[in-house]
């Protein structure tokens, strides 16, 4: 693959990257809550999230998911109903000051992987991420080289746009914590957060 088709990638997801979503949320909400080495646990989750769905499209897993309504919809749901329950559990923590992975009866089998685990299971439940890698990835391919070597770079060049774009957020928001420090301030931006992060499973789950 010529280095002018990565560029040319690399330049067509930077803007899809800097639009605030799931990941930037989440990262935001990682260090307000706890600190600045969460928030890049978080960002190298959803990072690894692309990875994930980079790989379903080089075996056609990801084309199966987004070619059948049914399937698409469930994907579409779980990802909604998960981001929902992050959004509640964050916005509950404000008022018991405790963190959502801390509360047992809440708890989902990846909680226990703090920010990466959150960062990795948005991504992989996010079917935005996935028509990323069947709508704008194969107008970068070429017919005469093999298809999965090629998705591979490009999802390197994905990868390395997305966490240079939430590392740096998440030095301006520990940045500003350290500055503003207080607990109505965490408290204000965790609520925040977490509406952010039910409106976002909402419009996932409603999407067409």
Request: include cysteine; charge should be positive; aromatic fraction near 8%.
């Amino acid at each position: 693959m010529q280095w002018h088709h990565i560029l040319a990638f690399a330049a067509a997801v930077t803007p899809l990257t800097l639009i605030p979503g799931t990941s930037f949320t989440l990262v935001t909400q990682q260090v307000i809550e706890g600190s600045r080495a969460d928030g890049v646990r978080a960002a190298f989750g959803s990072a690894c999230g692309l990875l994930v769905h980079a790989a379903f499209a080089a075996i056609g897993l990801s084309a199966l998911v987004m070619s059948s309504a049914q399937a698409l919809t469930v994907v579409k749901l779980l990802g909604g109903l998960y981001l929902i329950w992050l959004g509640i559990t964050t916005w509950r923590s404000t008022r018991r000051g405790v963190k959502p992975a801390v509360r047992k009866r809440w708890r989902l089998p990846w909680t226990q992987l703090g920010g990466f685990g959150q960062g990795l299971w948005s991504n992989i439940l996010n079917p935005k991420a996935a028509s990323v890698y069947l709508s704008l990835v194969p107008q970068f391919l070429t017919s005469h080289r093999s298809v999965a070597p090629q998705i591979a770079t490009l999802a390197v060049a994905h990868v390395a746009v997305v966490l240079m774009w939430l590392l740096f957020w998440t030095s301006v928001v520990a940045a500003a914590r350290t500055a503003t420090d207080t607990p109505r301030f965490r408290r204000g931006m965790s609520r925040l957060a977490g509406a952010v992060l039910v409106g976002l499973g909402i419009r996932t789950a409603t999407a067409n």
